[in-house]
Each structure stands twice: as structure tokens, then as C-alpha cells.
């Protein structure tokens, strides 16, 4: 198990911070460079032309490394073992192919709006739809529900499913809506992903285990190598195409593992930022016009209350520790 996690993290680190390298110039070179909203911070100018979609290296990186690692299983006969972690990646990367149509129509249209919302939407869904089949055909789910901390499971039926694509393009969204400043998407899901290395290394009611520990290897080496030239002052964006493959790991990952709701918890930031939006349009509607945060997502929220992107990485990074480490109990 040590090798099947150090291994493929240092590999996809290395192969991220090696393909970044070229691709910031080569995408500054095509003016491939972030589009920044009027109505945003105004501070946040002076990013405008930053390349984007940088999540291209870590999606590259990731898929060399799984594919990689699944030759290296098969030699030994074990390869049966990482399918769940393919299936995974292979969602991953289905929402980076949505994301990389939203990017490229963004730089196209040369403004910060791609697809529409309804467009994006039912791609997500279609995608989480096939992904859904394919765990189902595999035998990676079935239609039980397990509830975190009571510790049982409610057989729902055809309603598993539903709820199941609720919450596939529910938490693909929120992750996208996280990535809203420097380094703050690649630190909190580094931290998720270090949480689902630790829970398929150390306890004993993850499923698929192996799988599991590769997809947060591929998590930590891919938000890590990243974070390289991604830290504030960010040298390159990750982009829908990046944000939305990280939200598809994170929550296909919670899937493989037997335990869908459990990021919910590990992933508390990507909620709070999701519900911050869905509270400010509700009560924006409801009051004709007033907000309930200075602006949303959340991040943009202590950005006007004063706070500088290095203190909101850290604090939040910070909170999604502490509610990973809440979410062990409910493993």
C-alpha cells in the first residue's frame, strides 16, 4: 500500500510542475488569459490575462500515472483492484471536457461566460449519469445508502440514483465555485485528498481501498504540483477544465469508497461556498435587491471584509482539516 500512495504522488507531482512549465508560456503566447468580471473585487484586475486552463497538466499527469499504474497491476495480476480508481479518472475527466468547452468558448467570446448554466448543467448530468452505470455494472454500488456516524445503510431503491446524480453534480459545481482565488480549489481538495489517502491507508471501513489510495495519490501530486505556480500571486489558473475534473475525483472517490455523503464533510468548504450563492440569489430575490454577503461565493465575502487570498487559503484549508478529521468518525 505505501508505494501503490507514495509512488504515483510523486510521479504525478513531478509530471505537473514539468508540463506547467511549457504550457504558462505556450498559453500566454496564444492569449489564452483569464477574463475578469466587472462586478468582481476590483482588485482583481490586475489578473486579467493570467493563463487558464492550467488543469490541463495535473488531467495529463493524472491520467499518465493511473495508466501507469494500472500496467504495473496488471503484471502482478491485481489490476481488477484499480478499476474503480479508472472509472473515477475517467469521470474526472469527462467534467474536464465540459470545462474545456466552458473555457474555450470563454476565450472565444472573449469574456468570462462560456456555456449557459442549463447547457453546462446537462452535460453534468449526462456524465454523472454514464459514470453512475458503469459503477452500477461494475458492482462498485449498489442501492444502499450508508449514513455516516449512525453507521447503517437504507436500501432507497431507484431513489439512490436520484439522489446520487444530485449530489455527483451538486459537489462537481461547488468545487468549480471554489476556485474563485489564488491557490484556494488545489489547497482545500489537497487536503481532502490527503484525508481519503489516510482513510484507505490506515482504516478498515473504506472499500476498495487501493483504488482509493491511488485517487487521493493522484489528488495530493496533481493540487500540489499545481500549487507550485498557483500559490498566490498565481502564475496560471486551473480553469473550468481543472476545477470541475477536481470535483469530479473528490466526489467519485467518496462513491468508490463505499460512503458518498462522507464528502459532505471533508468537503464542508465546497457546501458553504455552493450555499453561500444559493442563499445570496434567494434572499436577492426576496428582498428586491439586497444582499445577505458583500458578494458570493463566500472567498469574495472576506475578500471585502478585509482579508488578504494567503489568510482565506489558509483559514479555509484550515476548516476543511478539522471537519476531515470529524469526518473519520463517520468512515
Sequence with gaps: MPALIIIPMVLTFVLTVCILRPLIPFLKSKKMGQKILE??????KNKEGTPMMGGLAFIAASVA??????????????????????????????????GFIDDSAKLRKKQNEGLTARQKYLL?????????????LTDVISTELYIPFVGVSWDLGVFYYIIALLLLTGIVNSVNLTDGIDGLSSSVTLVVGIFFTAAAFLSGNVENSNAVALIGALLIGGTL??????FYPARIFMGDTGSLF?????????????????????????????????LQVGYFKLTHGKRLFKMAPIHHHFEKCGWNEIRIVAVFSAVTAVFCAAAWFGL
Design 39 to 44: 462586478i468582481g473585487p476590483r482588485w482583481h
Design 65 to 98: 500515472v493511473l495508466f501507469a499504474s494500472l500496467i504495473f497491476m496488471a503484471l502482478t495480476s491485481e489490476m481488477t483492484t484499480l478499476l474503480p480508481a479508472a472509472l473515477v479518472v475517467g469521470y474526472g475527466v469527462l467534467n474536464a471536457l465540459i
Design 124 to 136: 453534468q448530468l449526462a456524465a454523472a449519469a454514464l459514470f453512475l452505470i458503469l459503477l452500477h
Design 225 to 230: 504540483g499545481f500549487l507550485v505556480y498557483n
Design 246 to 278: 477536481l470535483g469530479g475525483m473528490v466526489v467519485g472517490c467518496a462513491f468508490v469508497a463505499g460512503n458518498p455523503l462522507i464528502i459532505v464533510i471533508c468537503g464542508i468548504i465546497y457546501i458553504c461556498e455552493a450555499a453561500s450563492v444559493i
